[in-house]
């Protein structure tokens, strides 16, 4: 598919296991978005991460071009996968995670790898750090303000808030990101966040470029 001046891309915030929600949201934009952008944090808190993931991986082979981005819970959730530290993944909702792919806490490493199939655990490998097109700058966290795009840390484009948010530091497009909950998406010049809480109650939502239309559905009150 050409990549035109007037060809749509999709961005959509963070999902967190809502996996009802995300197929509602998909139905009301899919057929819209020649470019379809996920700003990460598919797993934890929500209860059908593993479903999020395979619906994720299902559109990669169906649709012509989709791009989902790590998000800090996806780092967490591989770092747990392949033997790292998971004191914060459990902190943050991983316990979900594990219950969507039948894992118990105490599961052995050799019983991660079962029960984890082998394109998920890919996937999450796979994951970039930000994306860019025509239209904007896309990451899930923010950018550090004064750094080239190259120089940008996963510590800044997976974790940061306040530092991000109140920068005014111009990268040239606007940059669409999730991670920080608005109860509106928060649309501004040069920054715009669309996560607004899913999985608290609040509402998956989606962007549309170059027009800013925005489309939301409900979350899934799961953590209120």
Not at 39 to 60: F, K, Q
Not at 70 to 92: E, K, V
Not at 189 to 218: F, H, M, N, Q
């Amino acid at each position: 598919m050409m990549h035109t001046a007037d060809s749509t891309t999709c961005v959509i915030g963070d999902i967190h296991g809502c996996h009802a929600s995300l197929t509602r949201l998909l139905e009301k934009v899919l057929h819209r978005a020649d470019t379809l952008v996920f700003l990460g944090d598919y797993v934890d808190r929500g209860p059908h991460s593993r479903e999020v993931i395979a619906t994720i991986l299902s559109l990669c082979t169906t649709h012509p071009r989709v791009v989902p981005l790590m998000g800090n819970h996806d780092f967490l959730f591989l770092q747990y996968l392949t033997g790292g530290d998971s004191s914060i993944f459990f902190r943050c909702g991983g316990m979900q995670t594990l219950t969507s792919y039948g894992l118990s806490p105490s599961a052995t490493q050799e019983e991660r790898m079962k029960r984890v199939p082998p394109e998920h655990l890919a996937f999450l490998r796979s994951l970039p750090l930000f994306w860019e097109d025509r239209h904007a700058l896309y990451v899930h966290a923010g950018l550090q303000p004064g750094r080239h795009l190259s120089q940008q840390t996963a510590q800044w484009c997976l974790w940061t808030r306040e530092s991000f948010l109140l920068s005014t530091h111009d990268f040239g497009k606007p940059i669409v990101f999730g991670h920080t909950v608005f109860p509106q998406p928060y649309l501004t010049p040069d920054k715009i966040g669309i996560d607004t809480g899913a999985v608290y109650g609040g509402r998956l939502t989606a962007l549309l470029l170059p027009d800013r239309e925005v489309i939301s559905v409900p979350g899934e009150a799961v953590l209120t």
